[in-house]
Every structure is written in C-alpha cells, then in structure tokens.
C-alpha cells in the first residue's frame, strides 16, 4: 500500500495560481503510476490528471493547457501546478497512486482548493 500526503491547497482568486504537492511512502515511487483526482460539492470524484511510470502526461479536456502534473523522484513526489483557475476548479483535491498499473487504489486525504470569483 503507498501511504500519500497532499498539501498545498488553499483561497485564491480567479485566474490566480496554486502548486498542489503530494508526498509518496511504501513503494518504489518511481514505478508507480501517479494521478490527481477532485470533488466538488455534490458532484461524484472526476479524474483531473495523471503521469506514468515514464514520465507520460494526460489531462481531463476542461484543465488541459491550465494545469501540469510532474513528479520528482528523487523526493516521492508528484506535483499539480495549476494557472489560470476558475471557480469551477473549487473542490477537495486527492492524490492518488496505481502502484501495480491497473487501477488508482490508494488515495491521500485530500486538500481543499477554493477559488473565488
């Protein structure tokens, strides 16, 4: 099981910026699959973005060319640097890992994003 910690949430105002960290134990972070998942206000959890064991990229269309998800091995950790956010982007943010490549199965506790208008 991969043991995760987010942090970097916060208020910020339209347009405004914020870099989401996620620290990673009990694997080998490196071959580990890594991805950041949110949930607004009744609404179900959507998948926001993910990085491979390779470096891959993907996106969920309504953040692409706004958010950057990177990881840093050396540290354990996985980052979400968002621009250019909208109040549609307020939710709890989790860090998630699929440490066996099939399915996201451990899960941080989640940080808070409000972004106001």
């Known amino acids: 099981q991969v043991q995760l910690v987010e942090s970097g949430g916060g208020l910020v105002q339209a347009g405004g910026s914020l870099r989401l960290s996620c620290t990673a134990s009990?694997?080998?972070?490196?071959?580990?699959?890594m991805g950041w998942f949110r949930q607004a206000p009744g609404k179900e959890r959507e998948f926001v973005a993910g990085i491979s064991r390779g470096g891959g990229t993907y996106y969920t269309d309504s953040v692409k060319g706004r958010f950057t998800i990177s990881r840093d091995n050396a540290k354990n950790t996985v980052y979400l640097q968002m621009i250019g956010l909208k109040p549609e982007d307020t939710a709890v943010y989790y860090c998630?890992?699929?440490?066996?490549?099939?399915?996201?199965?451990?899960w941080g506790q989640g940080t808070q994003v409000t972004v106001s208008s």
């Open positions: 009990g694997r080998t972070f490196s071959a580990i699959t």
């Open positions: 998630a890992a699929d440490p066996i490549g099939v399915a996201y199965s451990d």
